[in-house]
C-alpha cells in the first residue's frame, strides 16, 4: 500500500472530526483502550509530557519538545491537525513520521478498524505511540485532541501534565460554559503527577484545583519571572513561553536541562520541530513581480483572533488585507466582531465539508462592519488579495487552520 492510498482510506475509513465535524468525534475511551491492548500500550515504553488547553497548546507543545531536543533528547512530538502533510502530526526530533511506515501500520491495521470502528484521531493516535516506541524516543511530547477527559491521549500517564488556558469552544461537546469545559480539561490531572496551569482564571482554577485535590496532584502555576523569549512572534506567545517554562523546570533534573538549553529551544523552535503558521510572514510574489508580505496564523476562535488583533498593533502597513474563512461549528458571530474595521476583508470558504459556508460568513462580517466581498475558494481568495495590494500593504490570513494550511499549499515565494 503506497502512502497516498493509506491516507485515503484511513479518511475514508475514519472520518476526521477536523474535516467533518461532530460526526467524527467518538466520545469515551472503549475504543481507545481496546486498541491501545491490542498494541501493547506502546506509550508504556517511554515518558510523556501531556498538554491540553484551549489555545496555545500546540505553541507550547512545540517549545517544550524543542528545548528538549536541544538537551540531546531524541524527542517525540504528537501534534495536530496537519497544516498540509498528514506526516506532521507525528516527528521525531522535528523529523516528519516515515510515509512508509504510516502506509505499513494502516495497511496491517484494516481487520482491527473494521472490528472497531475508531474515529480518524483514534487510529492515529495509536500511529503516534507505536511510531515513537519503535523508534526508541527518550520522551514524548503529547498534544491533547479535544477536551481532555475523554481524550484518547489520556491513556497516558505523563511526567507532567499541562493545560494552557480555557475559553468557550466545541460548546456543542464540551459544555456551554467555561466551567464545563475547564473540567472536561482537568481531566488530564493525575494521581501524583504535577500539573502546571498557564493562565489563573477565576472561574477555571476553582476547577483545577478542585480536581488536583480530589486525586493528590500538585499544582505549579505558570513562572512570573524572568524567561528567554522565543522566536515566536505575538504577545501571546510570552504566556505560552511561560507555562512552557514551568513544565520543563518540573522535568528539568529528570533530563539535565539547562538554562541553556531552554534559551537555545526556544531561539530555534521553528527549525528544531518543524512549527508552521503561528504568526508566520511570508514573502509572495504578485502578478507585476513584488514580494508582497502576507502573515498567516492558525488563530481559530474569538479569543484567538483577538489576540491576532492586537498583535497588529506591532505591525507597519499601508492598508490590511484580510483572508478570513472560519469552520461551521465555531462561534462565527462572536468571531467577526472582534476583527479591525479598518481592514478589506476576502471572505473564503476551505475545502472541507466543516467549512462554513463563505456567503454565511461574509453578511455576518459585513453587518458588523466588515468590509469585503465572498471570493470563493482559499486560493481566490489570496489572489484577489494579491491584485488589490499595494506597495506598503499586509496581507492577513487568519479564522482556520485549514484556511492557512491551504494559503501555504498554494503559496508561491520565500519564507522571510
Known amino acids: 500500500m503506497e502512502y497516498s492510498e493509506a491516507i485515503q482510506m484511513l479518511y475514508k475509513q475514519a472520518p476526521m472530526f477536523s474535516h467533518v465535524g461532530k460526526s467524527g468525534y467518538k466520545e469515551g475511551l472503549e475504543n481507545t483502550i481496546c486498541i491501545d491492548t491490542y498494541y501493547h500500550r506502546p506509550h508504556e515504553n517511554y515518558p510523556t509530557i501531556h498538554v491540553a488547553g484551549t ?21 517525540g512530538l504528537y501534534t495536530s491537525p496537519h497544516l498540509v502533510d498528514f506526516a506532521e502530526r507525528i516527528r521525531v526530533n522535528g523529523k516528519n513520521i516515515d510515509h512508509g511506515y504510516v502506509a505499513k501500520f494502516i495497511d496491517d491495521a484494516q481487520e482491527l478498524i473494521l472490528k472497531v470502528q475508531p474515529s480518524f484521531f483514534e487510529i492515529t493516535t495509536s500511529l503516534a505511540f507505536c511510531y515513537f516506541r519503535d523508534m526508541n524516543v527518550d520522551v514524548a511530547v503529547v498534544e491533547v485532541g479535544l477536551g481532555g477527559r475523554l481524550d484518547c491521549t ?12 480555557i475559553s468557550l469552544e466545541h460548546t456543542d461537546l464540551l459544555g456551554d460554559t467555561v466551567e464545563k469545559i475547564a473540567y472536561q480539561k482537568a481531566g488530564i490531572i493525575k494521581a501524583g503527577v504535577p500539573v502546571v496551569v498557564g493562565e489563573r482564571d477565576e472561574f477555571t482554577f476553582p476547577v483545577f484545583s478542585r480536581e488536583a485535590e480530589r486525586v493528590g496532584a500538585d499544582i505549579i502555576e505558570y513562572w512570573t519571572g524572568e524567561v528567554p523569549e522565543s522566536e515566536l512572534s505575538g504577545d501571546h506567545q510570552r504566556l505560552n513561553e511561560r507555562t512552557a517554562y514551568m513544565a520543563l523546570k518540573t522535568v528539568s533534573s529528570r533530563f539535565g536541562i539547562t538554562d541553556e538549553n531552554i534559551r537555545d529551544g526556544f531561539s530555534h523552535v521553528v527549525a528544531l520541530t518543524g512549527l508552521m503558521g503561528r504568526w508566520q510572514s511570508f514573502s509572495v510574489l504578485t502578478a507585476n513581480g513584488r514580494g ?10 474569538a479569543a484567538c483572533l483577538r489576540v491576532d488583533v492586537a498583535q ?20 462565527y458571530n462572536a468571531m467577526v466582531k472582534v476583527m479591525p474595521r479598518d481592514g478589506i476583508y476576502y471572505f473564503v470558504q476551505a475545502a472541507i ?33 494579491l491584485a488589490d495590494s499595494v506597495e506598503g500593504d499586509l496581507i492577513l490570513v487568519c479564522g482556520s487552520n485549514f484556511v492557512v494550511s491551504e494559503i501555504i499549499e498554494c503559496i508561491s515565494g520565500e519564507v522571510v
Open 154 to 165: 489520556n491513556v497516558i500517564n505523563p511526567l507532567v501534565s499541562v493545560i494552557t488556558n
Open 55 to 75: 489555545n496555545g497548546k500546540g505553541s507550547t507543545s512545540h517549545l517544550i519538545a524543542s528545548v528538549l531536543q536541544s538537551a540531546g533528547l531524541k524527542v
Open 292 to 301: 508582497q508580505r502576507v502573515i498567516c496564523d492558525v488563530g481559530h476562535n
Open 312 to 331: 497588529l498593533s506591532h505591525e507597519s502597513y499601508r492598508t490590511l488585507r484580510v483572508v478570513f474563512g472560519v469552520v461551521a461549528d465555531k462561534d
Open 353 to 385: 465539508p466543516r467549512a462554513l459556508d463563505g456567503l454565511t460568513l461574509c453578511r455576518a462580517g459585513n453587518e458588523v462592519g466588515l468590509h469585503g466581498d465572498f471570493c470563493g475558494s482559499v486560493r481566490e481568495g489570496l489572489e484577489s488579495a
